[in-house]
């Protein structure tokens, strides 16, 4: 399977180009609701691994969104580890001995190279929850395994790109969201968005809070709030438990806050 083509920001008029121009033609009217299917709630527990759940989950939802379901959910620690290796191999020098990996988060960058040059596998046994990754326990992370490669690199997963974070965002990513296209995010998220409730909105963070750091999420939908402004429906990999069911509704001014937005765009 593929993704639309390109690994950099894009204009609108790239983006209509690319994701098809019947679907985000420049001057198209989002329908002002759409709902896409999210994969199975996963939980990364006390690791700093959200940057692959998100990967895993937007790459399940956008590929059944086609109508081309995948027969597994793509495993967060494969994501995560080909991505750590592939950070390190460039960070050492050439004669030097590699040091172990470490569990300290990643560009969504890298990933998005990562599971280009690597693809996806299947995630493996769980370990207390719905996830393949152990938590973070401050003796490294498990090293990339040559079997679950050869199975992943049956499934490569290339051309993740951007698209602006401006005014023009939300009603880019409700278009994508009609179009049956989920949207990986990079963002900040501090204590308000941590204590969100069932009911809550998710409103622009306090990037001074002391508490707060970068996170990764996807977007599985949106509708029109009364006001008329577009509110999106954003998946986290904190478990069932936290939010609405793990989920939780955020506003357009958050997301025109977030860091980057990259649309999962499966090809015919």
């Known amino acids: 399977m593929s993704f639309s083509r390109g690994l950099h920001r894009s204009p609108p008029e790239k983006v209509a180009h690319r994701l098809g121009a019947h679907l985000l033609g420049l001057g198209a009217v989002p329908k002002g609701a759409a709902s896409l299917t999210p994969c199975q709630r996963m939980d990364q527990g006390q690791s700093s691994t959200c940057h692959a759940h998100s990967a ?26 080909t991505t750590y290796a592939d950070v390190r191999a460039a960070a050492t020098p050439p004669g030097q001995p590699l040091p172990p990996l470490q569990d300290q988060g990643a560009d969504l960058q890298d990933d998005a190279t990562a599971m280009a040059k690597w693809g996806v596998c299947p995630m493996g046994a769980t370990v207390g929850r719905f996830s393949d990754v152990p938590d973070d326990n401050g003796y490294g992370f498990p090293e990339p395994v040559v079997s679950e490669l050869q199975i992943a690199g049956q499934d490569l997963i290339g051309g993740e790109y951007q698209i602006p974070v401006d005014d023009s965002a ?4 409700a278009l994508c969201l009609d179009a049956g296209i989920p949207i990986w995010l990079g963002t900040f998220v501090g204590s308000a968005f941590e204590n969100l409730g069932a009911t809550g909105i998710a409103q622009p963070p306090d990037e001074s809070d002391p508490k707060g750091g970068g996170h990764a999420m996807y977007i599985s939908g949106y509708r029109t709030a009364a006001d008329g402004s577009f509110e999106f429906r954003v998946e986290n990999s ?15 001014a958050w997301l025109k806050a977030c860091w980057s937005l990259w649309p999962m765009a499966v090809c015919p």
């Open 56 to 81: 895993a989950g937007a790459v399940w939802t956008a590929c059944n969104a086609k109508g081309r379901p995948m027969t597994f959910v793509p495993s967060p620690r494969e994501i995560a580890s």
């Open 238 to 252: 904190w478990g069932s438990g936290w939010a609405d069911g793990g989920a939780v509704w955020a506003s357009s």
């Open 170 to 173: 939300p009603t880019t990513v």
